[in-house]
T-cell receptor
Framework: GAGVSQSPRYKVTKRGQDVALRCDPISGHVSLYWYRQALGQGPEFLTYFNYEAQQDKSGLPNDRFSAERPEGSISTLTIQRTEQRDSAMYRC????????????FGPGTRLTVT | AQTVTQSQPEMSVQEAETVTLSCTYDTSESDYYLFWYKQPPSRQMILVIRQEAYKQQNATENRFSVNFQKAAKSFSLKISDSQLGDAAMYFCAYVAGGTSYGKLTFGQGTILTVHP
């Protein structure tokens, strides 16, 4: 079946604008995760969901970042009033269930804030 | 807090030979899982292999195998018969059981170069 998909793949935005990044997990996967990856480093956890419930948002850097998964499938990560330091690769992953199963990653969204 | 350390920023290997990438982790949990992910130049994240902490037997996936030393908190990846397509950045990752389910903690990565 299809893997995790993310859109857009690339996003260039001006400082101060809001952006919404979308993730469509593997069909049937209960858990969905968001990570942020700087160039040359490993991904860093942002938040995750089981079904529509946000279980952990401890990795969100500040209140400009939010995420939702209203119907337990597609998720949106929103960054308000973007800043240059928000530039990074944003990755989504899904797993059959949280923790005990491997996480499968999407291709990522490369965000550049100018 | 759990930490994952990859002490080799870069490694190289000749095609068809064997290379081992190192990873150590720090945790007070008894229930956890360890993974190796591969990130080729395309920057996709590809799961290579996983190991459950409660299993003593080392995981194997074709040319990829791990050496899991639970007491030493060590989790190395061995790639046998290296191929040009193995060239990538490799990340070791940890996830704990219990209430912190879901949060993968990654190491800093090791860049693997494969020479023809």
């Amino acid at each position: 079946g299809a893997g995790v998909s993310q859109s857009p793949r690339y996003k260039v935005t001006k400082r101060g604008q809001d952006v919404a990044l979308r993730c469509d997990p593997i069909s049937g996967h209960v858990s969905l995760y968001w990570y942020r990856q700087a160039l040359g480093q490993g991904p860093e956890f942002l938040t995750y969901f089981n079904y529509e419930a946000q279980q952990d948002k401890s990795g969100l850097p500040n209140d400009r970042f939010s995420a939702e998964r209203p119907e337990g499938s597609i998720s949106t990560l929103t960054i308000q009033r973007t800043e240059q330091r928000d530039s990074a690769m944003y990755r989504c992953a899904s797993s059959l269930d949280s923790g005990r199963y491997e996480q499968y990653f999407g291709p990522g969204t490369r965000l550049t804030v100018t | 807090a759990q930490t994952v350390t990859q002490s080799q920023p870069e490694m190289s290997v000749q095609e068809a030979e064997t290379v081992t990438l190192s990873c150590t982790y720090d945790t007070s949990e008894s229930d956890y899982y360890l993974f190796w992910y591969k990130q080729p130049p395309s920057r996709q994240m590809i799961l290579v292999i996983r190991q459950e902490a409660y299993k003593q037997q080392n995981a194997t996936e074709n040319r990829f195998s791990v050496n899991f030393q639970k007491a030493a908190k060590s989790f190395s990846l061995k790639i046998s018969d290296s191929q040009l397509g193995d060239a990538a950045m490799y990340f070791c990752a940890y996830v704990a059981g219990g209430t912190s389910y879901g949060k993968l903690t990654f190491g800093q990565g090791t860049i693997l170069t494969v020479h023809p």
